[in-house]
Structures are given as structure tokens and as C-alpha cells.
Nanobody, 130 residues
Framework: QVQLVESGGGLVQAGGSLRLSCAVS?????????MGWFRQAPGKEREFVAY????????YYADSVKGRFTISTENAKNTVSLQMNSLKPEDTAVYYC??????????????????????WGQGTQVTVSS
């Protein structure tokens, strides 16, 4: 069993920054697994934001956040972070972190598809005012 707990959400003005964290606990980690950040705005489907392979450090981003958001890991703390800069009102959503036990795959769906993930956090609200 693994637990994911997000933190760091809040209210920020457009152009501002926030840093989200996801603490992973409950299981000893080894091998090749990955972590993703997703978001869900009211009335919309949950969408992929960013992904990182815990072992290789490879990262992928949605086009909408590329150049503004950075995903990273702190291995000693079993934490994955999402640094969000130049925030826009359209970034407003509940942000979720997720874990998948197999970090690699074919194409892009292995990290963009919500069904590819094995565990999810409860989410943290990010609101960007204009």
C-alpha cells in the first residue's frame, strides 16, 4: 500500500508562482517507477500536466505548461514537486499527484493516461486570479 499526500496549493495572482509537493509513503521503493501531476478544472476531465521517471529523471510536460512548470524529485524525502511559474487563470484546478509502478512504455499514453497510474493523492486546489 502506498499513500500520496499533496500540499502547497493556494490562491495566487496571475504571473505568480506556487510550488506543489507530493509526499510518498507506505512502501519501500526500488526499481523503475514514475510520478505524474494531473489537474482537473470544474466541469472538465482530468488532464496530464507533467511526469518524471524516478530512476532516470526523464521528464515530460503538457504543451500548455511547458517552459513554465518544472517537475522534480527529492529522493531522500520521497517527494515529487511541481514548481509552477508565470501562472495563468486557466491553470486554476485541483492538482493531483499520481504514481505508476512501471515508468516506461510505448508512445505517450503510458504517462498521459490517467488509467496508467496505480495510486493517487487527494488533490490540492490551485486558484489563479486575473
Amino acid at each position: 500500500q502506498v499513500q500520496l499526500v499533496e500540499s502547497g496549493g493556494g490562491l495566487v495572482q496571475a504571473g505568480g508562482s506556487l510550488r506543489l509537493s507530493c509526499a510518498v509513503s507506505g512502501r519501500t521503493f526500488s526499481g523503475n517507477y514514475g510520478m505524474g501531476w494531473f489537474r482537473q478544472a470544474p466541469g472538465k476531465e482530468r488532464e496530464f500536466v507533467a511526469y518524471i521517471s524516478w530512476s532516470s529523471g526523464s521528464t515530460y510536460y503538457a504543451d500548455s505548461v511547458k517552459g513554465r512548470f518544472t517537475i522534480s524529485t527529492e529522493n531522500a524525502k520521497n517527494t515529487v514537486s511541481l514548481q509552477m511559474n508565470s501562472l495563468k487563470p486557466e491553470d486554476t484546478a485541483v492538482y493531483y499527484c499520481a504514481l505508476k509502478w512501471t515508468a516506461t512504455g510505448r508512445g505517450t499514453s503510458y504517462y498521459t493516461n490517467t488509467l496508467a497510474y496505480d495510486a493517487w493523492g487527494q488533490g490540492t486546489q490551485v486558484t489563479v486570479s486575473s
